[in-house]
């Protein structure tokens, strides 16, 4: 272990996330083979890490939150080439990481890409876990171009990527979204209605002919996806990245279900080009606030509401 002193937001018990975090001090583990350690510059936060929190990923305790991290190379592991200290990059620490996570001064990443000109740290660190898991989905979906896809939960930053990624690769995109980012999603390209009461009604009459598939990004909400088949006719075309059970149910389609049964990660390929087009205005992942690191629990608490609308991100 190294000197290395890190303030870092971890859990010591499973629980709500509200109830269990807490601000340690920790020393920083050498990074090891085949990873870096980075001065962590900003963290993005997710819902995945509150679902860690609640024991999603059982194992050693105490652990850190924060997947989604950008910082200064600080220290290279055994085996790294492709990077020097003081390098700028993006990319992920470990899901189950221990001692922490990117919550904190210093975190270990075991993927990581280069931040490209023009794209700050705080931008740079909300790209990993959304475009990721909408790129990755999206493929699963194989929706060919002039086909219409329904994006419920745009508003919603994983539906957000979802949409700009679809619209790029010529799928017609149809949108549930709040009021904050219609706009925005309408202007990439996409027809938007509100969510909530009337939504089958609404889409139907703006689908004007059939949905090809259904890509539902809506935070867990009850109901969604009996609504969602009804729209595509036939629950093989809903898929899900977040009503897991509702949708095993119903059976309907789940990311996370396919990529276990085909026994593969999900490439992080995709993240160069995005990176790219997100420095050259191309692509964008709205940041809703920054906190510094000692107000978290306000950075948990807006995430937690399931409106953030946006990334919520950690400076340390
Ligand atoms: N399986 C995977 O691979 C994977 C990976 C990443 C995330 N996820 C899951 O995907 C879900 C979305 O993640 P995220 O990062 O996109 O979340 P997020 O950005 O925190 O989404 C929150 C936004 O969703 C919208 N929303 C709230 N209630 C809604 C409802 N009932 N119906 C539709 N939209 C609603 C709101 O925006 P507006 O009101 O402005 O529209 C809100 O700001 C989470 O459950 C997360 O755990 C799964």
Not at 172 to 182: D, E, L, Q, S
Request: charged share 20%; hydrophobic share 45%.
């Amino acid at each position: 272990m190294s000197a290395v002193e890190s303030r870092a937001i971890r859990f010591h018990q499973f629980g709500e996330p509200l109830d269990v975090l807490e601000e340690d001090q920790t020393e920083v583990p050498d990074p090891g083979e085949g990873r870096i350690r980075v001065a962590v510059a900003a963290t993005g936060l997710n819902p995945a890490d509150w679902e860690l929190c609640r024991g999603f990923m059982p194992g050693a305790l105490p652990r850190g939150i924060g997947v989604d991290v950008s910082g200064r190379v600080d220290a290279i592991g055994a085996g790294v080439t492709d990077v020097a200290v003081g390098d700028l990059v993006f990319g992920s620490s470990e899901f189950a990481a221990q001692p922490s996570a990117g919550a904190a001064d210093f975190a270990i990443l075991n993927l990581w890409l280069a931040v490209p000109p023009g794209l700050d740290a705080v931008h740079a660190a909300v790209l990993p876990m959304v475009l990721q898991t909408a790129h990755w989905t999206l493929d699963l979906m194989n929706i060919k171009p002039g086909e219409t896809v329904l994006i419920h939960g745009a508003g919603g930053m994983v539906g957000y990527a979802a949409a700009q990624i679809a619209l790029r690769r010529g799928i017609r995109v149809i949108a549930t979204a709040g009021p904050t980012f219609a706009g925005d999603l309408e202007g990439f390209g996409a027809t938007v209605t509100p969510y909530g009461s009337g939504m089958v009604e609404r889409i139907r009459s703006l689908a004007q002919g059939p949905i090809d598939q259904v890509l539902d990004t809506s935070r867990p909400n009850a109901g969604v996806i009996t609504a969602l088949i009804e729209i595509a006719g036939d629950p093989a075309r809903v898929v899900t990245v977040s009503n897991h059970d509702e949708a095993r149910r119903e059976g309907a389609r789940v990311n996370i279900d396919e990529l276990i049964a085909a026994g593969r990660l999900p490439s992080s390929d995709c993240l160069v080009d995005y990176a790219r087009l997100a420095a050259a205005g191309q692509l964008t992942i709205p940041v809703a606030r920054t906190f510094p690191l000692t107000e978290w629990r306000s950075a948990a608490e807006l995430s937690l509401s399931g409106a953030p609308h946006g990334k919520v991100v950690l400076v340390p």
